[in-house]
Every structure is written in C-alpha cells, then in structure tokens.
C-alpha cells in the first residue's frame, strides 16, 4: 500500500555511508525517484474502511459480551462528556469572571447526565436545607458519579471543596476554577487549613454556602472513612450549621472493582442541620464523630445490594463491617 523508495539500500557508496544503517540512507545522487514515501490517498481509503469496518463490529461485540468492557466506555464517556461540557460552560462562565453563581450554570449542565446512565436519583430530606443563611454541607464520596447526586441536590451559591490537582483537569478543571471551586493541597496540611480559615471568613461575608467530603478521597468499600475535620473546624469558626447529605451505596449498579456498571437507583438524603453556635475547636472532634455516626446509620438504611435488601451492608465481614 505504502511506497516507499528506499534508495541505496544494500549498495555502500561511500566509505561513509557504509557506516549508516542501509534503512537510514539516501542519496539523491543514486536515487531518481523524486517521491521517496509517497502515499496517494486513494490507496489509503480500502485500509481506513476496513479498520473502521472492524471497529463498528468490535465494539459492539465488547459492549454487549464484556461487563468490563462497558465499564470502561461508560466511565470513558463519563469523562470525556465533563471535558466537552466544560468546553462549552467556559465561555459562559467566563462572562461573569470566577464567581459562584457559575456553579449554577455547571449545575444545569450536568443534570442530564443521570437519564444518559439510567441512574434514578431520588431527593429527600430537601426541605432541611436552611432557607438563606451560609452553612457547610458534608457528604460521602464513593465515586466521581457523586457529582450526578451532588448536581441534584446543589444548593444556590454552594461550592465545592476539591483537590488542588482537579484544578488541572483541562477545560473541567478551569470551569470549576470560574465556578469557584476552592482548591486545596491536601499535601500540605498548613496551607489547606489556612485556604479553609480563609473560607470561614468569606463564608458570612459572601453569603456561601461550601460542600466538603469530610472523607478526603473517594471510597467505595459500603461504609465510611473516618472524617477528616476540616469542614467541622471550618464550620465552627463561621458559626454556621452542618447539613450532612448521603449517598445511598452505588453497590448495585457500579463497583469498580468488579468492572461493574449498569443502571440503577441511588437515593440522596439531606438531613436535618446540626447547630455548631457556641462550639469551640475543642467540640470538633466529638461533633466529628456524631456527625459521621448519624451519617452511616442512615447510609446503612437507605442502601441496597440491589436485590432490595440493605443485607450486604450487615454481613459479618463484608463490605459494611462498618468502623462505626
Ligand atoms: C461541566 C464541568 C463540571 C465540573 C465538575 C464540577 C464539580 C466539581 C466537584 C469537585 C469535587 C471534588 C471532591 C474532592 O476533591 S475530595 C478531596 C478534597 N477534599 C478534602 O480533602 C476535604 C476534606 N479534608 C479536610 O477537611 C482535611 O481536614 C484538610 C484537607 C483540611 C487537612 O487534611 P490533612 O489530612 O492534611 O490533615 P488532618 O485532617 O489530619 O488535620 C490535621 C490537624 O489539623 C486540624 N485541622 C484541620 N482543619 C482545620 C482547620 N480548618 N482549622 C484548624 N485546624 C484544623 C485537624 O483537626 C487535625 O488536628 P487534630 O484533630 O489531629 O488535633
Ligand atoms: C489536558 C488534561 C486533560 C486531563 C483529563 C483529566 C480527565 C478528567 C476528566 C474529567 C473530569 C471529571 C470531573 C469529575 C469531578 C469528580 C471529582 C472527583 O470525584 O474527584 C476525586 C476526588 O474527590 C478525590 O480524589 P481521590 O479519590 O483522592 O483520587
């Protein structure tokens, strides 16, 4: 299919030459031809078609015969329709400059997503969002696919906290950057607590409301890691009230240990706020712990294995042998 014309191959005509690999070397002098690696386009097409022919037949096949394989383009796409979506956020985002009320705009941009997975996101407990006041919401992370529960959910001027390294998604990471997502190095301890210090500030004086995941890192083991305290300590120096959210477990349409995602139902529950005025640093620790406990008894309750049980979460040793 390919001409090439490699001239000299296998003849030495100079003493110079003879040390260069015969592939390597030309020589117009012994070369006539002037059109050395020429391809016409129509000898490419019968090569192209065929591939693309096999890829049609391919990827079908591995998406229906292979679980694993659907995992891989469900999560691919995933992914890659942020990034495009993003793409088309930035420009409006960039009207307004970085500032919250884009979050919004990332919002409605992503509330489709759950129709396009099959994934049922089912709200309750909404009316417990305080009306118009600033406040910290915790919730758990199992997965990227928190974001459709997170998007349903996402009150008005809410940003989240995320890892600094988000922040170089490409266009994902600059349209949070507009949306106002804060950034911390989880890293560097000193300067996360000091962006969190500097939130508690702004938090009242800007009228925010800031999501955490107390967790610090996703985990989808069917039960909770032990809470990091930034997003207490952040919101007892505000003075402000928590509003724990959770994420029923995606155990019976995802797991990516098993390559496993198929459509399915997740439930998210805000419950009622917890009060922090009058709290100092030294409650944080005991706040922490009441918190997450509330948290995972209602995470034990609302989760299934998918055959319309919470069973899995209460075998001895499995999954949910929750650290409680
Ligand atoms: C269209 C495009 C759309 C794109 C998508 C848009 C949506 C994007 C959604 C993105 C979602 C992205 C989701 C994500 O990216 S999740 C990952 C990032 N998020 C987090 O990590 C948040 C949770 N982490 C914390 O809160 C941690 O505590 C931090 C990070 C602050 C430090 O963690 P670290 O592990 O380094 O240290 P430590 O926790 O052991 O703490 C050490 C000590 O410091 C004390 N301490 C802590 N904090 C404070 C404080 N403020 N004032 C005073 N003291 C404080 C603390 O009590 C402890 O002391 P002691 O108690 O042991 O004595
Ligand atoms: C030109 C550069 C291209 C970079 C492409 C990067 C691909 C990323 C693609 C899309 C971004 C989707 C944004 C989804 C945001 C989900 C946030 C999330 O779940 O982050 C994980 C973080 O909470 C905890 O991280 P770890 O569990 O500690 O790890």
Redo the contacts with the bound molecule.
């Keep these: 299919m390919v001409r090439t014309s490699i001239c000299g191959a296998g003849v030495n005509p100079s003493p110079s030459a003879g040390r260069l690999s015969p592939l390597l070397f030309r020589n117009q002098a012994h070369c006539p031809s002037p059109r050395p690696l020429q391809v016409t386009r129509m000898e490419l097409w019968p090569g192209l078609w065929t591939l693309l022919l096999l890829l049609a037949l391919l990827l079908p096949t591995l998406w229906f015969c292979s679980p694993s394989a659907k995992y891989f383009f469900k999560m691919a796409f995933y992914n890659g329709w ?1 990034l495009f ?2 793409v088309l ?1 930035i420009p409006v985002c960039a009207v307004r400059g970085r500032n919250v009320e884009n979050m919004k705009i ?1 919002r409605l ?2 509330l489709h997503i759950k129709y396009l997975y099959g994934i049922r996101v089912e709200v309750r407990g909404a009316h417990h969002f305080p009306p118009s006041q600033p406040y910290v919401v915790v919730s758990n ?1 199992q997965s990227s696919l928190d ?1 459709l529960g ?1 998007m349903e959910v996402l009150p008005g001027r809410c940003v ?4 600094r390294e ?1 922040l170089w998604a490409g266009s ?1 990471g600059l ?2 950057w507009l ?1 106002g ?1 804060i950034f ?1 190095d ?1 890293k560097r ?1 000193g300067d ?2 000091s962006v ?2 500097e939130v ?1 500030q702004t938090l009242i004086t800007q009228d925010v409301r800031v999501w ?3 967790e ?2 996703r985990n989808h083991n069917g039960s909770m890691l032990p809470f ?4 207490f ?2 919101a007892v ?1 505000a003075q402000v009230p928590i509003v724990p959210i959770v994420m029923s477990s995606y155990q019976d349409f995802y797991c990516k240990k098993e390559r496993r995602f198929t459509s399915g139902r997740c439930q998210v529950r805000v419950l009622p706020p917890v009060p922090t005025e009058g709290l100092t ?1 030294d409650d ?2 005991a706040l922490a712990d009441t918190v997450r406990h509330s948290m995972l008894t209602v995470f034990r309750e609302i989760s299934t294995d998918g055959r319309g049980g919470g069973d899995y979460l209460k075998k001895p040793g499995g999954v949910g042998e929750a650290q409680l």
């Design positions: 942020i979506l993003a956020a990332l941009m992503l992370h974001l997170m989240p906290i995320a890892k988000l994902a349209a949070c949306a997502v911390i989880r301890t996360a607590i969190m210090s508690a955490v995941f107390p610090g890192t990091k305290r930034g997003a300590h952040l120096q640093p944080v620790p």
